[in-house]
């Protein structure tokens, strides 16, 4: 089992910055790959960035130089530095792990809500 605990969300006015953190708990060793995405009421969620095992990140267009994903060295705590931020940006945003061996990200957090205001 492994437990993903997101926070640092909160309100901001557009052209702040916020720090997302996500603390993985458990069998984390059973993980490979991280992610962040994020979900608009009645959108599709969207994948707004990745990291591997091996530390390649990607990023959606839409994000591609305002934010940072990041990890620390144990693999433990997963970070997005947000800056720049666009009222579009508001969404509750979830952390994300794959199991090894497999596909798709199957291990979720519950969110934390981002508030970009004009």
């Known amino acids: 089992q492994v437990q993903l605990v997101e926070s640092g969300g909160g309100s901001v006015q557009a052209g702040g910055s916020l720090k997302l953190r996500c603390a993985a708990s458990g069998d984390t060793w059973r993980t490979c790959g991280m992610a962040w995405y994020r979900q608009v009421p009645g959108k599709e969620r969207e994948l707004v960035s990745s990291?591997?095992?091996?530390?390649?990140?990607s990023y959606a267009d839409s994000v591609k130089g305002r934010f940072t994903i990041s990890q620390d060295n144990a693999k433990i705590t997963l970070f997005l530095q947000m800056k720049s931020l666009k009222t579009e940006d508001t969404a509750v945003y979830h952390c994300?792990?794959?199991?090894?061996?497999?596909?798709?990200?199957?291990?979720w957090g519950q969110g934390t809500q981002v508030t970009v205001s004009s």
């Open positions: 990291i591997s095992t091996s530390g390649t990140t």
């Open positions: 994300a792990a794959r199991t090894c061996g497999g596909v798709h990200y199957n291990l």
